[in-house]
């Protein structure tokens, strides 16, 4: 089989794997691959398609890469996940709430939730925000603050 070939094919595995990863390094190796192929194809010896293909990925990781990754997250906004999304939304009061515990439903979910402020009490049927969220417990407060 053709050198130019194989180092085609690399590039191309390089390129599959990048798709999982999301890292923008088997990118660059991908990159370096095809200077390896194109020394290939100009002839060139094994030594110097491993050298360019070196040379290449060293400057895309060195160079492009970090530009890369700088223009991809700084338009990007802070995104939240997890527990986070919860934090602002109200729930209905299922169980009376004090500091030391209570029960709160969002939708179709029931999560133990206490007071943030010992003394602060809520009955049920009242509705509460959801101020933080500590473990599985909310930790709420009134719906108007």
């Given amino acids: 089989m053709a050198a130019w070939l194989l180092w085609l ?30 020394v290939a194809l100009v002839g060139g010896a094994t030594v110097l398609q491993m050298v360019a293909f ?4 060293g400057v895309l990781l ?13 338009g990007t906004p802070l995104q939240l ?6 934090i602002g939304r109200t729930a209905r009061v299922t169980r ?3 500091a030391d515990g209570g029960r709160i439903r969002m939708g179709a979910d029931e999560w133990t939730a206490r007071s943030q402020h010992r003394g ?3 009955a049920v049927g009242a509705t509460v925000r959801i101020l933080q969220v500590d473990g599985a417990t909310a930790i709420v407060g009134d719906a108007m603050e």
């Fill in 9 to 38: 094919i690399a590039a191309g595995l390089f390129a599959a794997g990048e798709v999982v990863s999301l890292d923008l390094v088997l990118l660059m190796f991908a990159g370096g691959a095809l200077g390896g192929m194109t």
């Fill in 62 to 74: 060195a160079l492009v890469r970090p530009l890369a990754q700088k223009h991809l997250t700084q």
């Fill in 96 to 98: 009376d709430i004090d």
């Fill in 54 to 57: 070196i040379a290449v990925a």
């Fill in 81 to 86: 996940d997890g527990v986070d999304t919860l």
């Fill in 120 to 122: 602060e009490t809520f």
